[in-house]
């Protein structure tokens, strides 16, 4: 946008003025513009915020889009484990050439990011908390980088909140609906603290109700933007460019598991003995089998 159709030389001085503080706002907006269209590079993998069917699962399930931005935390900050609440993601990123705005988009608010130390205990109440909803939607539903996690679905959810919908406690008469949680390959240690990256507004201010992080101890402040983190990332750790490898599945990476089921016990058989009543092994032996010990048995007792 400029003003070179315009021949200034024609006007009035006051006019002439004027049109030079015009062009300076538009220069500005040039500027502005160039910035926010530059293309950092490209995309083989489409990133979105939906399944495999085109259904919108952003907050309730794993997707692409929410490992990526997830990713993004953890391999910026450094810290174990990476939480984005789903409800700050807010775009797709198509195949083809990824500009700068269209990264900035993903996390359009521009959050402020923090890392805190955390125990185990406190990750494991945050994923309970996050996931109390589901199969409703939330946007405090939690992706994740560096932990991976089971959704127990058919269970009831043993959380309690506040008028507010803030977490207060775990009802410990009830089963988790969080299991088998695994931190960088690793069982969880409740007792153990863990660096944990996320905005501000989920960490600090209790954003979504995350209040059980209210009195952890703050590593770092000193962070870019959450959308100044995923430009980051994907230029100066990616290298500019996403790869199939990288991000080709829509549903993720498998870190989150929603089982809606109950498993069933899988009942004995000769590959698969089972464990019995008092905790013995019953070992399923072929008739040959026990035909030949019985006569070993017999031998024994009449050569005594």
């Known amino acids: 946008m400029s003003?070179?159709?315009?021949?200034?030389?024609?006007?009035?001085?006051?006019?002439?003025?004027?049109?030079?503080?015009?062009?300076?706002?538009?220069?500005g907006y040039n500027d502005e513009l160039a910035y926010l269209y530059e293309e950092l590079g490209t995309t083989d993998a489409y990133l979105t915020l939906n399944d495999a069917e085109g259904n919108w699962i952003i907050r309730e399930a794993e997707t692409n889009?929410?490992?990526?931005?997830?990713?993004?935390?953890?391999?910026?900050?450094?810290?174990?484990?990476?939480?984005?609440?789903?409800?700050?993601?807010?775009?797709?990123?198509?195949?083809?050439?990824?500009?700068?705005?269209?990264?900035?988009?993903?996390?359009?608010?521009?959050?402020?990011?923090?890392?805190?130390?955390?125990?185990?205990?406190?990750?494991?109440?945050?994923?309970?908390?996050?996931?109390?909803?589901?199969?409703?939607?939330?946007?405090?539903?939690?992706q994740v980088a560096g932990i991976t996690y089971e959704i127990h679905a058919w269970k009831e959810t043993p959380v309690s909140t506040d008028d507010k919908d803030n977490f207060l406690s775990i009802d410990d008469t009830m089963e988790r609906r969080i299991a088998n949680v695994k931190i960088n390959g690793n069982d969880i240690d409740p007792e153990r603290?863990?660096?944990?990256?996320?905005?501000?507004?989920?960490?600090?201010?209790?954003?979504?109700?995350?209040?059980?992080?209210?009195?952890?101890?703050?590593?770092?402040?000193?962070?870019?933007?959450?959308?100044?983190?995923?430009?980051?990332y994907f230029t100066d750790i990616l290298g500019g460019h996403i790869t199939e490898d990288m991000y080709g599945d829509v549903e993720g990476h498998g870190r989150i598991t929603i089982l809606t089921e109950a498993p069933t016990e899988t009942p004995p058989t000769e590959e698969n003995p089972a464990t019995g009543n008092n905790g013995t092994l019953t070992i399923m032996l072929p008739a040959a089998a026990l035909i030949a010990l019985s006569l070993v048995a017999k031998r024994k007792k009449y050569c005594k």
């Not at 315009?6 to 049109?19: G, N, P």
């Not at 059980?212 to 959450?226: H, N, R, W």
């Open 65 to 142: 889009m929410g490992d990526f931005v997830a990713d993004a935390y953890k391999a910026f900050t450094g810290a174990d484990v990476a939480l984005a609440n789903s409800g700050g993601i807010r775009a797709e990123l198509p195949v083809g050439t990824v500009t700068r705005k269209a990264l900035m988009d993903i996390n359009p608010w521009s959050n402020a990011m923090c890392v805190i130390k955390a125990s185990g205990q406190q990750i494991l109440d945050a994923l309970e908390h996050g996931v109390r909803k589901y199969p409703e939607t939330s946007g405090g539903f939690p």
């Open 3 to 27: 003003l070179d159709s315009i021949d200034v030389t024609k006007l009035s001085s006051e006019a002439q003025e004027k049109a030079s503080q015009v062009q300076a706002l538009l220069d």
């Open 193 to 232: 603290f863990y660096t944990v990256a996320a905005s501000q507004y989920m960490l600090l201010s209790g954003g979504d109700g995350y209040t059980m992080f209210k009195d952890c101890e703050i590593v770092t402040t000193d962070l870019p933007a959450d959308a100044d983190i995923l430009v980051q």
